[in-house]
C-alpha cells in the first residue's frame, strides 16, 4: 500500500509539472487587476487573455485560487475573469445583507462582459444556476463541479461528514480548515497527498473563511430545484469520484433537471477537482469547449 501511495503521488506531481511546463512555454500571462464597487463593497477581479468569456466562480472554502491551475490555460484562448466573493481573498467583508447573484451581475457589467460561459466550483455552482435562471441572457454555458443547488437541502451525513466532526468545528476555523485538509475522506482524495499540499500552501497558516459580521447574503427569488428545466444553454457537470454522497446526487439531480446536459465522473478526486486533478479537469473542460463553441 505504502508504495502504490508512492507511485500515485509521484504520478500526480508529474502530470501537474507537465501541465506547467507547457504553459511556461508560451508567452507570460498578462494579468489586469483591480477592484469593482458593489453596494460599498469591493470585490477583487483578475483577468486575462482574450476573445469569449469566460468567468471563474470559486467554492465555500477556497478564494479564486483554486482557479490558478486553469486560469493561465483558458486564458490561451479565452479572457479569463475571476473575482473573490464578498468575505473571500482580497474582497471586503460584508457590511450589509447582499446578493451574490446580483454581485456577480455586477461583475459582468463593470468588467464590461455581454455574455460567459460561467464555470462554478460547489457554492460557485449553485451561484451560476442561479444567476443562469435570472439573468439567462449572459450565460452562453455552464460548467458545474461538485455543484450544490438551491432548494435542495443539504443532508445530517454532509454537514457532520459522516459523523465525523460536529457544530465545535464551525466556531475554530484552524480546526475546520484542518480537518479538511488533512483527515476529511471527501474534500480531497485521501491518496492525493500533493493535493493536500497544496491546499496547505494556500492557507498558509492563516484561515480564509471570514464571518459574515451579522449579515447573510440573500437566498434567490426562485430556489433553483424546481426551474432547471428553464436552463437551456450547454452544461457540463463534473464531480469527483470519491466527493461526498449529497453531491453526487445534487449532480444527478441537476443532470436530469437540466435538458441534454452532461455528466462525467472525474477518477481519484474528491471534491476539489480542479485542485487534485489539474489534467482530467482540463481536457474534460477543453474537449466541452471545442464541442461547444460560441
Known amino acids: 500500500m505504502k508504495q502504490i501511495l508512492i507511485f500515485y503521488s509521484l504520478l500526480l506531481i508529474y502530470a501537474t509539472n ?10 507570460p500571462l498578462t494579468i489586469d487587476s483591480g477592484y469593482i464597487n458593489v453596494n460599498g463593497c469591493k470585490l477583487y477581479y483578475e483577468v486575462a487573455g482574450d476573445s469569449e468569456h469566460i ?15 486553469q486560469f493561465p490555460l483558458l486564458a490561451r484562448n479565452y479572457r479569463v475573469v475571476r473575482y473573490d466573493r464578498r468575505k473571500y481573498g482580497k ?9 451574490h447573484i446580483e454581485d456577480l451581475n455586477q461583475v459582468f457589467i463593470q468588467l464590461k462582459i455581454d455574455k460567459a460561459v460561467v464555470f462554478g466550483m460547489s457554492a460557485g455552482g449553485g451561484l451560476a444556476i442561479d444567476f443562469t435562471l435570472k439573468y439567462p441572457e449572459r450565460v452562453s454555458g455552464l460548467i ?19 459523523g465525523r466532526i460536529d457544530r465545535s468545528y464551525f466556531s475554530d476555523q484552524q480546526k475546520l480548515i484542518k480537518y479538511l485538509i488533512e483527515d476529511d475522506p471527501y474534500e480531497i482524495y485521501h491518496m492525493n497527498i500533493h493535493a493536500k499540499e497544496k491546499l496547505k500552501k494556500i492557507f498558509g497558516g492563516n484561515p480564509k473563511l471570514r ?4 449579515f447573510v447574503a440573500l437566498p434567490p427569488d426562485r430556489q433553483a430545484l424546481k426551474f432547471l428545466s ?16 449529497d453531491v453526487h446526487a445534487f449532480s444527478g439531480i441537476i443532470n436530469v433537471g437540466i435538458e441534454h446536459s452532461k455528466r462525467e465522473i472525474i477518477a481519484n478526486a474528491g471534491h476539489l477537482i480542479p485542485l487534485e486533478q489539474p489534467v482530467l479537469f482540463y481536457n474534460a473542460v477543453k474537449e466541452f469547449l471545442i464541442d461547444n463553441p460560441k
Open 55 to 69: 468567468v471563474l466562480l470559486h467554492d465555500g472554502l477556497v478564494d479564486l485560487q483554486i482557479w490558478d491551475e
Open 211 to 214: 464571518p459574515d459580521n451579522g
Open 18 to 27: 507537465l501541465l506547467s511546463q507547457n504553459m511556461s512555454n508560451n508567452n
Open 91 to 99: 474582497s471586503s467583508d460584508p457590511q450589509a445583507n447582499y446578493s
Open 144 to 162: 458545474l463541479v461538485g455543484s450544490v443547488v438551491s432548494g435542495y437541502a443539504y443532508s445530517q451525513h454532509l454537514m457532520t461528514r459522516g
Open 230 to 245: 428553464e436552463i437551456k444553454v450547454p452544461t457540463l457537470i463534473l464531480v469527483g469520484e470519491y466527493d461526498i454522497p
